[in-house]
């Protein structure tokens, strides 16, 4: 992955979390002494770069310099330690209040892309690539779950009360901090899967892993989600133990996702069964769900960095990277995964591995 595919996947994550019709990535140009646009979404690089070239910098974070044709935007400046070298800004059409919550989450994304920065930057050889990625993980890890994590307990604190009682206006306030930290983390922690599916070296040596007790851990992890949602979560279980030659991280990861991504867009009352079985040497697992299923035309984008389809933007948060994570993992490994769906009737992700046998 080059600089400018990470930096365009910054942008179009911004865009995503802010809701944002524009959004630009700006460097330095040491050349001529002044910042270039390097990456954006919702308009041409080109374009971005005359409208923003030319117009002097934010007198602070929550204020960028306004963009002909646009009434709204935030913007953050990229820093290395305590020195300004770049800037992320975001722009909405139509007139909008970006809060203080939107400026955070734009800081963070921005501390990201930092970090990202930083370690193409320092990667010369391939000793170094590795070391840079694992630099990355570390920082995001860090750096940005940790904070994460304090802030969504304090927003907890106050909501339950513990801080003195809210007015309404106030809880209502808070409640929507607390849904946009928890899209946040969601967000960082695909980010770091992400990361890490596309870096194999970082994982553990592969070895023999049983498909029926990787989807027993899965259905485990996500039974209270499903009982509290009012889903019915149900596994049938296969009688042989289906080796594949895989990571347990790796395939827990691949089952948690799409019994999760199942009870999420499964209404109440709905149900989602995951199946287990053999075909030759292949070994399977359908996740079936009864929810609000996938339209026709949004079949072939599935797999797409940050795609989510229409109906799935509008039933509940997402980032659009676990799929990508999945198809990922699961062709690491020799496997494949199919999706059948149909909307308002429900959808079927289907994954298949080729068995793993002793004397192989």
């Not at 374009?47 to 934010?58: D, G, Y």
């Not at 059409?93 to 994304?109: G, I, N, S, W, Y």
Request: charged share 20%.
């Amino acid at each position: 992955m080059d600089l400018g595919f990470a930096l365009n996947r910054l942008a179009v994550a911004t865009a995503k979390a802010l809701s944002a019709d524009v959004v630009a990535v700006l460097l330095p140009n040491k050349a001529e002494d002044r910042l270039t646009v390097v990456a954006a979404y919702g308009i041409d690089v080109e374009e971005a770069e005359k409208l923003l070239a030319t117009l002097p910098p934010p007198i602070d974070d929550a204020h960028p310099p306004p963009l002909p044709g646009y009434a709204s935007g935030v913007c953050v400046r990229l820093r290395s330690g305590e020195l300004p070298f770049g800037l992320l800004c975001a722009y909405s059409r139509h007139p909008r209040q970006f809060t203080p919550d939107h400026v955070e989450v734009l800081r963070a994304l921005a501390d990201l892309g930092t970090a990202l920065l930083q370690a193409f930057e320092e990667t010369s050889t391939l000793t170094q690539i590795d070391a840079a990625k694992s630099r990355f993980i570390h920082i995001a890890t860090h750096e940005l779950r940790s904070p994460i994590t304090t802030a969504q307990s304090l927003v907890r604190t106050v909501l339950k009360g513990y801080a003195g009682s809210l007015s309404k206006q106030q809880e209502e306030i808070i409640s929507r901090i607390a849904r946009r930290l928890d899209f946040l983390e969601t967000l960082v922690n695909d980010l770091l899967d992400f990361a890490a599916s596309k870096a194999p070296e970082l994982e553990e040596a592969a070895s023999p892993v049983t498909l029926n007790a990787s989807v027993g851990r899965a259905a485990l992890l996500l039974q209270p989600q499903a009982e509290e949602k009012g889903v019915n979560l149900i596994v049938h279980p296969c009688r042989e133990e289906l080796a594949v030659w895989a990571t347990e991280d790796s395939l827990d990861r691949i089952f948690t996702n799409l019994i999760s991504n199942a009870v999420k867009y499964t209404p109440t009352g709905g149900e989602v069964t995951v199946s287990l079985g053999r075909a030759g040497e292949q070994g399977w697992v359908k996740v079936t769900d009864t929810g609000i299923g996938i339209p026709e035309e949004a079949l072939p984008h599935l797999f797409e960095e940050f795609y989510r389809a229409p109906n799935a933007r509008q039933f509940a948060v997402g980032t659009g990277l676990g799929l990508v994570i999945v198809k990922e993992l699961v062709e690491r490994y020799g496997g494949r995964i199919e999706v059948e769906s149909q909307e308002g009737k429900g959808t079927t992700f289907t994954v298949t591995f080729p068995l793993w046998h002793p004397e192989d």
